[in-house]
């Protein structure tokens, strides 16, 4: 579920790209940068800071481009081109093509956020209610909500991890690996709540469902008319939780 549920404030050097690495990287002519976390990407000498906000234009043009031509295939100068922009205006929002993947991505998580947090929460009654109800909402967007459906499939089917996109790689990884966290999280608490067996491995169970919902989505972006994945998604859902019930494999 690295596209299912998924930053700290400060500075730091972007590796390699710093003024006194000489590396000017992938496209000639760019001027080295500074990353400010939560904010704009600034040219590292002296500039006002501004808060980021992705300009709809640039995420919806990449959006269009990566689905049409696959994340590899697709430069910047693409998508300034589809978005009716300069190149540099879109530097200036977006360090490299990572940074706009990771965009669409963000913009997956923001509606099931919510829920996602509640999961979460020790005070919450009822984490693997709110799990459930996650998992349900993100499988019927795919069939009701066009965009989310082609973002996915962007992540799923057309993000090929070529050499030079080993940078959107280790992005993925980290993602995963914090949704592996989070769900490991919400699956103590539902332990905790007494609505999962006591001796259950959270960490086993987190990678075991999220590799389940991964492989439905991707299944069904593959081949949409093999089953209905949103008028049975409780049905899907509750056999992945059914898993996490009644599986000894998954027990300590």
């Known amino acids: 579920m690295a596209h299912l549920v998924e930053v700290t404030t400060g500075l730091i050097k972007t590796p390699g790209r710093g003024p006194d690495s000489g590396h000017t990287g992938s496209e000639p002519g760019r001027p080295q940068r500074v990353r400010l976390l939560d904010e704009v990407v600034l040219p590292w000498s002296v500039a006002p800071k501004r808060k980021l906000r992705n300009p709809p234009t640039d995420t919806e043009a990449a959006e269009k481009a990566f689905h049409a031509r696959g994340v590899a295939r697709t430069t910047l100068a693409d998508i300034a081109k589809l978005a009716g922009v300069t190149r540099g205006a879109i530097y200036w929002h977006f360090q490299d093509k990572g940074e706009l993947v990771q965009a669409l991505l963000d913009s997956l998580r923001e509606p099931i956020e919510a829920l996602a947090q509640a999961g979460e929460s020790e005070d919450e009654p009822d984490p693997l209610g709110c799990m459930r109800k996650l998992l349900i909402q993100l499988m019927q967007q795919?069939?009701?909500?066009?965009?989310?459906r082609r973002i996915n499939e962007i992540l799923h089917h057309k993000c090929e991890f070529t050499d030079d996109m080993c940078e959107i790689r280790q992005q993925r990884?980290?993602?995963?690996?914090?949704?592996?966290?989070?769900?490991?999280?919400?699956?103590?608490?539902?332990v905790r709540r007494g609505q999962l067996p006591a001796d259950m491995d959270p960490q086993r169970a987190a990678i075991a469902i999220f590799a389940y919902i991964d492989g439905i989505i991707g299944s069904w972006l593959l081949l949409p008319d093999s089953f209905d994945i949103a008028g049975d998604a409780e049905r899907w859902v509750d056999t992945g939780l059914d898993m996490l019930r009644l599986s000894p494999s998954l027990r300590n």
């Open 173 to 190: 990884q980290a993602t995963t690996r914090d949704c592996y966290e989070r769900i490991a999280l919400t699956l103590t608490n539902a």
């Open 142 to 148: 795919m069939l009701h909500e066009p965009r989310t």
